[in-house]
């Protein structure tokens, strides 16, 4: 090789190697670019986010301390150690929930409490087998299905306790459900039968809500997995619990979930349909208010409190054993971004 030639590789590679150094410090810029974009939008969502949650913190946050801090008291008439009597508002401890699980009270807390898991699980699974196949009817495209959907929203629409009263004159000793049966039953009497009223209102009422969310799961299910469900010979069996309940698992377990809140909270149906103080239809948030409309506030509060940890249990549970972590899966995707956003880099 000539001595020229020998010069032009040597400029030549010193150029390389120069131009080499900024595309190596751009290619750092860039791999760095990525934490700064992510703190940023971490900032940017706790600035936007920070209205809502001040607003959860008044209107949620505050009124639990507050309520546990009044279980924690008593108020009313009381006698000290020197005999003298005390009025107001007195420290108790853990004494009115010591009282709710084995004390003078214990005997209604639990008859409140299982009225309440009753309710809660018997009313679930009949709304969301109702539900599922109202919405399954729903999708179907029929002649006047915009009329079926509409009538279907009738129960959900009014009120709890305008359904209560329709319900309680439906259920009297000479109503249409006792003519409609041909027997004589005191449905709104305190016993069992109660407990069947309540049941058959309320899933009458709410068996709409799951089944249009569930009817929103279907509309979103591509009609080609189920062509090809068909050419591989699957029956309609087949397809409903291969195909459709799976992809309809998430909107189902929202309304499932929302449901069995909302019934472990329930007091206006069975209040207005069969009454207050009867032992039969008794639930957590009825001996509650019983409490506090007898101005023990300390004991309803204590009994809200229970009601609020129960119901928190029961929502953790679900979530995990039914597989409806959203923040889970919500984390994992984003710990998959970030591992391919380093592999790029």
Not at 57 to 73: K, M
Not at 154 to 178: C, E, H, K, Y
Not at 298 to 324: E, M, R
């Amino acid at each position: 090789m000539s001595r020229e030639m020998r010069q032009m590789a040597t400029t030549f590679d010193g150029e390389r190697t120069a131009g080499s150094a900024p595309d190596a410090a751009r290619r750092r810029g860039r791999a760095r670019k990525p934490k700064k974009d992510v703190s940023g939008s971490r900032r940017l969502a706790a600035i936007l986010l920070s209205p809502t949650l001040l607003v959860l913190a008044l209107v949620v946050g505050y009124p639990v301390i507050a309520g546990f801090r009044e279980s924690l008291f008593t108020k009313g008439q009381a006698l000290d150690a020197d005999g003298f009597v005390i009025e107001g508002e007195r420290f108790v401890g853990l004494d009115n929930y010591t009282a709710i699980f084995s004390g003078d009270r214990a005997d209604a807390f639990w008859n409140a409490f299982g009225n309440t898991t009753f309710f809660t699980f018997t009313t679930v699974i009949l709304e969301t087998v109702i539900g599922v196949c109202m919405a399954l009817i729903m999708h179907w495209a029929f002649r006047g299905r915009g009329l079926v959907r509409a009538s279907v929203l009738v129960p959900w629409a009014i009120p709890t306790a305008i359904s209560g009263l329709l319900w309680r004159w439906i259920f009297q000793a000479d109503g249409a459900f006792n003519a409609m049966i041909r027997h004589q039953v005191l449905w709104t009497a305190d016993g069992f039968e109660s407990k069947l009223a309540v049941i058959i209102a309320e899933v009458w009422k709410t068996s709409p809500f799951i089944g249009l969310l569930v009817l929103a799961g279907l509309q979103l299910i591509p009609r080609d997995v189920y062509e090809a469900a068909r050419v591989d010979g699957a029956s309609a069996v087949q397809q409903f619990w291969r195909i459709t309940l799976p992809l309809v698992k998430p909107a189902l377990l929202v309304a499932v979930l929302f449901r069995m809140l909302d019934v472990l909270r329930m007091f206006d149906l069975p209040a207005v349909l069969i009454g207050v103080n009867k032992r039969s239809v008794e639930t957590l948030t009825m001996i509650s208010w019983f409490e506090a409309n007898n101005l023990r506030y300390g004991s309803a509060a204590a009994y809200a409190t229970v009601l609020f940890l129960y119901i928190a249990v029961i929502s953790y549970l679900f979530v995990k054993l039914l597989g409806a972590d959203i923040i889970g899966e919500a984390r994992e995707v984003h710990r998959g971004k970030k591992k391919k956003g380093r592999r790029r880099a």
